[in-house]
């Protein structure tokens, strides 16, 4: 009888506990559904109030790269103030960007920034003319387009092996050419093999 009625309270323990972490589930529930209401009104506000901005800073970028050149093959020692000197007679120089690697080592181009847009045609006239010793490559700078990356097919490294994108295919097992006859033992007299 004891064990009856013992049983009959952890029953009903049970039943209390699982009502219990019902109710918690349905607060979960409720409070998840408010957060992403909540989330996408936030998202629709920073996305409206984002592509304004989106595409007036990149009218801005295109508009400082219709004033802008690239200057290719700099010399290393060159300094942003030479480069500006050399530039100075095509017009007015706002910038000189001289782009370096992880390390601070030049790479050995450069950005030159005019403030007016005709100062890029005189400067393309300077092609081809030397600085530090070297000819320099004088071109209108390009506004990069995001998304716009061209593929570049995998060329195969001559040190590594080149794997290709076909399939691997074992190759054939290979018979013998004159059959399977028996290989002769060391003790038998060797008349004829056709491994020989």
Do not use: W
């Not at 901005?53 to 290719?72: H, L, T, W, Y």
């Not at 002769?184 to 004829?192: G, I, L, S, V």
């Amino acid at each position: 009888m004891e064990d009856d009625v013992e049983m009959a309270a952890s029953e009903n323990g049970a039943v209390v506990e699982l009502d219990d972490m019902k109710k918690r589930l349905k607060e979960m529930e409720d409070e998840a559904v408010a957060l992403r209401e909540m989330q996408a009104k936030v998202e629709k506000e920073m996305g409206s109030v984002q592509d304004p901005a989106a595409s007036a800073n990149q009218a801005n970028r295109e508009e400082v790269d219709a004033r802008s050149i690239f200057v290719g093959n700099v010399d290393y020692s060159c300094t942003p103030e030479e480069v500006q000197q050399h530039f100075q007679a095509c017009g007015t120089v706002n910038r000189v960007t001289i782009r370096t690697n992880k390390f601070g080592q030049p790479k050995g181009y450069a950005y030159v920034e005019f403030l007016e847009t005709e100062a890029v045609q005189e400067a393309l006239l300077l092609n081809e003319s030397e600085l530090h010793g070297r000819q320099l490559k004088v071109s209108a700078k390009r506004t990069n387009v995001p998304g716009m990356k061209p593929y570049r097919a995998r060329r195969p490294n001559p040190y590594m092996g080149f794997r290709g994108r076909t399939p691997f295919m074992a190759a054939p097992y290979f018979f013998p050419p004159y059959g399977y006859g028996k290989v002769p033992r060391a003790r038998a007299p060797m008349r004829y093999s056709p491994y020989f």
